[in-house]
């Protein structure tokens, strides 16, 4: 199959060159696409370098079978249409597709099934929402749940490369043009994107639409976006409420059996998931599960994942795999 990489040279992008042999997708070319400023760049991919081309050139190549798109909403906004045209299945991780009726919000382990041969434009949840899910979505299924309030701790790489370049820039005290409003190095901001008329974060309600497109509508998400001076790795404090009771080990083995992700908890010997228990893979790691005291049919819990893996190219290469194993062409 042809495949090609919009985004190429991004940081999802890049990390989509590594999943994608993990993957052993029967690749027969790999398109690489990216910006005017790295055009002709050489990259090495399976033993072999391939030149980054611009979009419209490979548009011209009317035979590309799936294409991954990383280079943001505007860009999806005006291209992923123009590849679904000539064929080609387009899997996009901006948001721009992600609360349109008429398009799949897909993570494979929850949704999947959804997918049909006429879905022509995927989306691709935010990297927060897809790590939340792929844990509620098993417990939702056994306990049924009311309402979630989720606190988000963000890695910078979830902004971009200019963020990192930030937070490193900071770390060596020197001078740098900012990603955030503020200084990231040895500081925390409850700000990820912009501020909404609610006066949540674009961040924040995206949890909150995406966790009702593609769980269930009737779920209650209220959440507080935080970025943290961490290169790679989202955590997030999750409270969740259930309509049914439930007893903790019966919980936490729902968990262990669930597809993709892992409990990872004994507090007792300093056992629970960190940024640096995730960096690199791409299971979602659950611990310090407990029950909340204060209130019926709640637990509380702390969840982490790589987003640049599950949170973004992981995601995608799975979607991509879904395709191909159920002939979705």
Request: one cysteine or more; charged letters at 25%.
């Amino acid at each position: 199959m042809k495949i090609a990489i919009i985004g190429a040279t991004g940081m999802v992008g890049r990390e989509i060159l590594d999943v994608l042999p993990e993957y052993k997708l029967p690749i027969s070319k790999l398109i690489l696409v990216a910006s005017k400023r790295s055009l002709n760049q050489k990259i090495l991919f399976n033993g072999k370098q391939i030149r980054v081309q611009p979009l419209n050139e490979a548009l011209l190549d009317q035979k590309i079978d799936i294409a991954l798109f990383s280079a943001g909403s505007e860009i999806s906004k005006k291209w992923a249409p123009k590849f679904a045209k000539t064929g080609c299945k387009v899997i996009d991780n901006s948001s721009y597709w992600r609360m349109s009726d008429k398009h799949k919000l897909i993570i494979p382990e929850i949704n999947g099934k959804q997918l049909l041969q006429s879905d022509m434009i995927i989306a691709n949840p935010n990297c927060s929402t897809a790590q939340l899910l792929m844990v509620l979505s098993p417990l939702h299924m056994k306990y049924t749940i009311k309402r979630v309030i989720v606190s988000t701790y963000q890695a910078v790489s979830g902004t971009g490369k200019k963020a990192v370049n930030q937070l490193q820039k900071e770390h060596e005290d020197v001078n740098v043009e900012k990603a955030y409003p503020h200084k990231i190095f040895q500081n925390i901001l409850p700000h990820c994107d912009d501020f909404t008329e609610n006066g949540y974060t674009k961040e924040e309600m995206k949890l909150t639409n995406e966790t009702k497109k593609i769980l269930d509508k009737n779920i209650d998400v209220v959440a507080t976006a935080v970025r943290v001076p961490v290169v790679r790795g989202h955590s997030e404090s999750v409270n969740i409420e259930f309509d049914n009771a439930f007893e903790i080990d019966e919980l936490r083995e729902c968990l262990k059996t669930s597809q993709g992700v892992v409990v990872f908890d004994d507090p007792n010997k300093n056992i629970y998931p960190t940024p640096l228990t995730a960096e690199k893979k791409d299971e979602v790691f659950v611990g310090r599960l407990r029950r909340d005291f204060t209130k019926k049919n709640c637990v509380q819990m702390w969840v982490v994942a790589d987003n640049l893996r599950k949170g973004a190219a992981t995601n995608t290469v799975q979607i991509a795999e879904y395709l191909i194993k159920k002939k979705l062409f």
